[in-house]
């Protein structure tokens, strides 16, 4: 019998669980009928597409804000205000927590290219901001799957195709962050592929943003590359409407307009993007099944630049993925598409903050993302272990839900911040470091003999049944294919 499964718009929020879902447990896609999004009007397509243009242009002026805000507040000691970046954990926790908090990926790394475009920081200081910032994006779509939370299958598979982004992530950044902070792989390949100095398409993007951008601030940038040389430090505003503050005011007026235009800019792509895109999706869908993997490669990559957002698309994985329509392993190859083309944005911020080493970081998140595509999702030894603990994991909040906020806190509060204590020890004393170093591994080292030899994993198991049982509902609402 065919099921057909409502796209998200055709919700009624304040409907009861029962009356939005579908039946849970038929086959992957092939009885399944998405039901598309009603067809627009022309001139409500055209609104959004203007929306769209509009935040694209928003987006690019912004970055031009954020970089003269960036040169405003640091010139004059440049030196001294990112020096905990030196510190490449702290650098990978700061772009961590930050991306968590504002669930946006493209946000941190926009930031970030301006902020080096103008030389507030370093290739070297960026780099770790930019791995840590694609750890913590992957927070969102978490915490989305607990929308399907009062079906039991449907939220064990919504975590399971939800946990495939940040443990593709994660492993990602296991493999590159240890790698690029001792040879800085990722760092030199950027550098060898764009060289040095400003890039040529940037005079293109001055010419487009400087008559919005300069009614703000315009910087004189002679007097700017001398006092970064080491000339005393005096205005550097030549005209706009923070003319007549200081230096300080008018970057940190700058940097908070910067700021609030570029979220909203952001917020406006994604949202005209996704009304656009939604009937389209309906029809793409069903077509996954039997498509090679590396067309649904590119299908994710085109989807998230379009969108722009790789939050977005993911989060829109997991309840699909609850509801059946898609499986695990045709989740995955979308995560890696959706990483691929959260890439875009950063380019663009690079070309629009027009200096060379912007595009640095920008390429540095294109590497980091390419590489570990081809070494978590081409080689199959790397995916089956990927599938198989997103699998683990959607077991076990089927049972005890609680387990993903602990996932969640463990992995994006508790350990960061455990990283950083330890750094912080080691530059204290190297002895006290490494003493505990060695308590943390020891600790490490018995919980994994405790499960494995001792017992362990028999008391795990009670544990999951027993939170299991006094959680359990109605058999025919929440088990249909599992005991």
């Known amino acids: ?54 935040g694209l242009y928003l987006f690019m002026v912004s970055i031009r804000w954020l970089a003269d805000g960036f040169v405003l507040t640091i010139a004059c000691h440049a030196k001294d205000v990112f020096a905990f970046t030196d510190e490449a954990l702290c650098g990978f926790v700061v772009g961590l927590v930050t991306a968590a908090l504002l669930n946006s990926c493209n946000t941190v790394i926009a930031i970030t290219v301006a902020c080096v475009g103008a030389g507030a920081m370093t290739d070297s200081q960026a780099v770790p901001i930019v791995i840590g910032a694609n750890v913590g994006t992957c927070v969102t ?15 064990r598979r919504a975590v399971a195709a939800a946990s495939l982004h940040a443990l593709f992530n994660l492993a ?3 493999v590159f962050f240890p790698l690029e902070a001792a040879f800085h792989p990722l760092e030199r390949l950027a550098v060898a592929v764009t060289g040095e ?16 951008a300069d009614l703000w601030v315009c910087l004189d940038k ?9 000339e005393a430090c005096g205005p550097l505003v030549r005209s706009g409407a923070v003319a007549g503050l200081s230096n300080a005011s008018a970057g940190a007026a700058s940097l908070a307009l910067g700021l609030v235009a570029l979220v909203l800019a952001l917020a406006s792509m994604v949202s005209a993007c996704m009304r656009l895109g939604r009937t389209a999706a309906a029809g793409l869908l069903p077509r996954l099944v039997g498509v090679h993997p590396a067309a649904t490669v590119l299908l994710g990559a085109v989807a998230t630049l379009a969108l722009h957002s790789s939050t977005v698309m993911t989060s829109t994985l997991a309840p699909l993925a609850g ?17 691929l083309g959260a890439t875009g944005p950063g380019l663009l911020a690079a070309a629009v903050a027009g200096q060379k080493c912007g595009a640095h970081v920008a390429l540095v998140n294109v590497w980091f993302n390419a590489f570990g595509a081809v070494l978590l999702y081409v080689l199959p030894p790397p995916r089956r272990v990927l599938l198989r603990a997103a699998a683990a994991l959607g077991t076990i909040a089927g049972q005890w839900p609680t387990a993903v906020v602990l996932f969640v806190t463990a992995t994006f509060l508790v350990g960061p911040l455990l990283l950083v204590g330890v750094d912080f020890v080691f530059d204290a004393s190297v002895v006290a470091g490494v003493l505990l170093t060695l308590v943390l591994a020891a600790a490490g080292f018995y919980t994994s003999v405790w499960y494995h ?14 939170k299991a049982a006094s959680t359990e509902a109605p058999r025919d609402v929440f088990f249909d294919d599992e005991p």
């Open 222 to 230: 002679a007097r700017v590359a001398a006092v970064l040389d080491g």
């Open 323 to 339: 509801l059946n329509v898609l499986s695990l392993e045709q989740a995955l190859p979308l995560v890696v598409g959706a990483n």
């Open 453 to 466: 030899a001792r017992g362990g994993r028999a008391c795990w198991e009670r544990f999951l049944a027993a």
């Open 172 to 174: 990602a950044a296991a």
């Open 141 to 155: 779509c978490l915490l989305v799957a607990f929308a399907q939370v009062h079906a039991r299958d449907q939220f």
């Open 1 to 54: 019998m065919d099921r057909r499964v409502k796209l998200f718009d055709e919700y009624d929020p304040w409907t009861s669980p029962v009356q939005r879902e579908s039946e849970a447990d038929a086959e992957p896609l092939g009885s399944v009928q998405l039901v598309p999004a009603p067809s627009r009007p022309c001139a409500s397509t055209l609104g959004l597409v203007l929306i769209l243009l509009t």
């Open 197 to 212: 100095g400003a890039m040529p398409v940037s005079s293109l993007f001055d010419s487009l943003t400087a008559p919005a």
